[in-house]
């Protein structure tokens, strides 16, 4: 099927850089009946020296958006690959959407696309906290967007300038809010019990 025939049902996963999406999307995105897509993954397997992969690190180097229409475009590609190879079946999964959108204009061009059955928030309090985490993980997954403070610190400032109004998109009533710190086998209970209910009904059993 092609991703402009039906609106193709929707979970995201929203909150500050570092706050455990990636860890937590891959988890869930075990569970039968999950796809989960990380725009940071798509973006990070393009060729480094192909054009679109040298367009992206010049921004993400910098702690900047990749810009919306490059984004989106590449994201509609994307979803059709993982439909073509049976990947992600549009019938009985939900796709789990982490790191997208990241801008009111994203977020207007994925209604096109996207029924939003719900939005998991991570939130932590504790920025320097995150700013470890992501120091952390930097020489583990040879990210140079999260080797260097200060443009950690600009991803921070984008965040707020430029994501957090995400938010104001959608209808109050999708978001949970899910605290992320503590251990991840609680945070991931709540966010099981924030998107389970608002699956129901509307896909079949995923085992058949
Ligand atoms: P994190 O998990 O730390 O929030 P990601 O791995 O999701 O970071 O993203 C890494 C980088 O990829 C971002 O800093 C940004 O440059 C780019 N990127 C990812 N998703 C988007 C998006 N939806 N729009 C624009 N740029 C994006």
Not at 81 to 92: C, E, M, R, W
Not at 106 to 131: F, G, P, R, S, Y
Request: aromatic share 6%.
């Amino acid at each position: 099927m092609s991703i402009m025939e039906a609106k193709l049902k929707s979970i995201l996963l929203f909150g500050q850089p570092g706050v455990g999406k990636g860890t937590q999307g891959t988890i869930v995105g075990r569970v039968p009946g999950f796809c989960h897509l990380a725009t940071g993954d798509m973006f990070r397997g393009l060729d480094r020296d192909s054009e679109l992969g040298r367009e992206f690190l010049k921004y993400s180097t910098q702690g900047l958006l990749v810009p919306d229409e490059l984004t989106c475009r590449l994201w509609r590609q994307y979803v059709q690959g993982l439909i073509d190879t049976n990947k992600y079946l549009p019938g009985s999964d939900a796709l789990l959407l982490d790191g997208i959108p990241r801008s009111p204009a994203q977020a207007k061009t994925l209604d096109d696309h996207i029924e939003v059955l719900a939005i998991v928030h991570l939130v932590c309090a504790d920025e320097e906290e995150l700013i470890q985490r992501m120091k952390r993980r930097a020489d583990i997954q040879n990210r140079p967007d999260d080797a260097d403070e200060t443009v950690i610190r600009r991803r921070f400032e984008v965040f707020h300038s430029e994501t957090a109004a995400v938010l104001d998109h959608y209808d109050p009533k999708l978001i949970h809010t899910v605290t992320a710190t503590g251990s991840p086998g609680k945070i991931l209970l709540n966010i099981l019990n924030a998107v389970i209910p608002s699956m129901e009904g509307h896909f079949g059993n995923p085992l058949g």
